[in-house]
């Protein structure tokens, strides 16, 4: 695949290769066309129709089954109230 | 029993040792696989017993699993890409708990990211990610999606096919924390809580009043105060595991990019919610749940409800929602 402009002629001929438009990450679209970039385009999931949009929809309807039933609860935490030993966050 | 972290031993320039809330609760913190580690043990006499056991731990998850070190095995399966490989059952394993993750969420935890993290500028440890950089020139290209890789259980024989780039990042923390925690509780005979970056295992012995662990938008130092929303709470098994758009940010262009990818879009995820916190059986299984919940959005909410897996979910307003039994203490 070839790196594309922010255009709507790119949008097309990713869905007409059967992939689907997905963002473009730009400085805006001023500075965008002036360095000509920029698109990100990634194929769905073979299940998935070949917009942004359907693949929105399938994969909602998807995720509204039963994903995740097998992972493991544990009992739900306490509250504490003495000094933490740790703390968790993203890091 | 004390209410003040005391740091009683430095034990080099980047590893502290410590005592905290008894008596009988020592840990020990420092940097290894580009997060922070911290270890804490029931048994002050076991601690550099189990440091030093953690420490081979991550060393060889490192060298295992690493996507930034040409020399890790990960990297070097490459050469042999669509060929069934005998790897490690370090390897395997991580391998093994990344297509769970995949496998449970409906591919939203997805390891074959590799290449799409790599594309939007995060293609070395994070510390030496530039914060700014230029807009990105992206190319069109597929998501992998990781039922192309095969895993064949009874002989550890991965197949990766060509082009594909594992990014295992979101799920063997995790899964290195439960693992380690685990197996010092069981050699050293005492309680454990393994930190890899804020996910947390705990296993063995539980100190009473149970393992207390402040949740919060960073991981940071627990005797210093949080930054933002925090709750206190307590866990006795499991594990428990954050995760968020708050940290491992840059820029390209005008735009802030993160580390969680949404594999539907190979971008990160514009998530309702900026950080995530589960309590599960596992860090793997918390971890799994909180990075799917940022990747879903709103419906994340229903969906942890539905499976019963005590949450904490931090809005990017900043309102904080808490579902399937978590203790309402927010400060």
């Known amino acids: 695949m070839s790196g594309s402009p922010t255009s709507g002629s790119a949008r097309r001929t990713a869905r007409d290769k059967g992939l689907a438009w997905v963002s473009a990450i730009t400085l805006g679209a001023g500075a965008a066309s002036a360095i000509g970039a920029v698109a990100i385009a990634a194929a769905l999931p073979s299940t998935s129709a070949s917009s942004g949009t359907a693949a929105s929809s399938v994969s909602t309807s998807s995720n509204e089954d039963d994903s995740g039933s097998t992972l493991a609860a544990a009992p739900a935490p306490a509250t504490s109230n003495i000094p933490p030993v740790a703390t968790t966050g993203a890091s | 029993m004390s209410t003040t972290s005391i740091r009683t031993t430095s034990t080099s320039a980047n590893s ?33 017993s189990a440091r030093a056991m953690l420490t081979d731990d991550l060393a060889a998850l490192d060298l295992a699993c690493s996507r ?3 020399d890790s095995e990960l990297m070097r399966l490459e050469v042999r ?14 391998v093994r708990a990344a297509l769970r993750g995949a496998q449970l969420t409906d591919g939203l935890v997805d390891p074959t990211v590799g290449r799409a993290m790599e594309t939007i500028g995060y293609d070395r440890d994070f510390a030496s990610v530039p914060a700014q950089g230029g807009a990105l020139r992206v190319t069109v290209s597929h998501i992998p999606q990781w039922r192309q890789i095969q895993l064949d259980d009874s002989a550890n024989l991965l197949t990766v096919p060509a082009g594909v780039r594992l990014d295992l990042g979101a799920t063997a923390k995790a899964w290195a924390a439960d693992r380690s925690a685990e197996g010092i509780a069981r050699v050293l005979d005492c309680g454990v809580l393994v930190s890899l970056g804020g996910d947390i295992a705990v296993a063995g012995e539980v100190p009473p009043g149970g393992w207390s662990i402040r949740v919060q938008d960073i991981t940071g130092d627990p005797s ?3 930054q933002g929303p925090s709750d206190l709470i307590a866990i006795r098994e499991g594990g428990l595991a954050t995760s968020s758009t708050s940290a491992r940010r840059w820029h390209r262009g005008g735009d802030l990019l993160h580390h969680i990818l949404d594999p539907r879009t190979g971008r990160p995820a514009d998530s309702d919610w900026r950080t995530v916190s589960v309590a599960a059986g596992s860090a793997l299984d918390a971890n799994i749940a909180s990075t799917a919940a940022i990747i879903r959005g709103k419906s994340a909410t229903g969906w942890l409800a539905r499976l019963g897996l005590p949450a904490r979910l931090v809005a990017v307003n900043g309102a904080v929602t808490t579902l399937a039994g978590w203790p309402e203490v927010s400060s």
């Open chain 2, 68 to 70: 930034f070190r040409s």
């Open chain 2, 16 to 48: 502290t040792l410590g005592q905290t809330m008894s008596e009988h609760l020592r840990w020990a913190e420092w940097n290894a696989i580009g997060t922070t580690i911290r270890l804490v043990v029931t048994d002050p006499t076991q601690l550099e």
């Open chain 2, 81 to 94: 890409a669509g060929q069934p490989t005998t790897v490690s059952a370090l390897l395997a394993g991580a």
């Open chain 2, 224 to 226: 210093t105060p949080a």
